[in-house]
Nanobody, 120 residues
Framework: QVQLVESGGGLVQAGGSLRLSCAHS????????MNWYRQAPGKQRELVAA???????NYADSVKGRFTISRDNARNTVYLQMNSLKPDDTAVYYC??????????????WGQGTQVTVSS
């Protein structure tokens, strides 16, 4: 089983920055990607940033140029650096690990979510 623990959320003024962290533990046979999602009240959960193991990072258009996803393999941690934050960025942010088990089945694991609130 894979466990994800998120941290770094909080309250920030518009134009400010936050860095979210996601530490993962447990056995992983194949890691396809680490991703960040967010969900605002009344909206669907959306993919914000994706970091495939075998490819380049991808971002939602709404955050492109402002957010950066990165990883520290030594610390088993994935980060989401969020700059130039806007009130529309207010949401609960979720870390997601997309993995394959030894039967090559795709599985998804989720963090508990961390609240990000951006004030005007």
């Amino acid at each position: 089983q894979v466990q994800l623990v998120e941290s770094g959320g909080g309250l920030v003024q518009a134009g400010g920055s936050l860095r979210l962290s996601c530490a993962h533990s447990g056995s992983i046979f194949i890691l396809n990607a680490m991703n960040w999602y967010r969900q605002a009240p009344g909206k669907q959960r959306e993919l914000v940033a994706a970091l495939p193991t075998s490819g380049r990072a991808n971002y939602a258009d709404s955050v492109k140029g402002r957010f950066t996803i990165s990883r520290d393999n030594a610390r088993n941690t994935v980060y989401l650096q969020m700059n130039s934050l806007k009130p529309d960025d207010t949401a609960v942010y979720y870390c997601n690990a997309e993995v394959r088990d030894r039967q090559y089945r795709t599985l998804n694991y989720w963090g508990q979510g961390t609240q990000v609130t951006v004030s005007s």
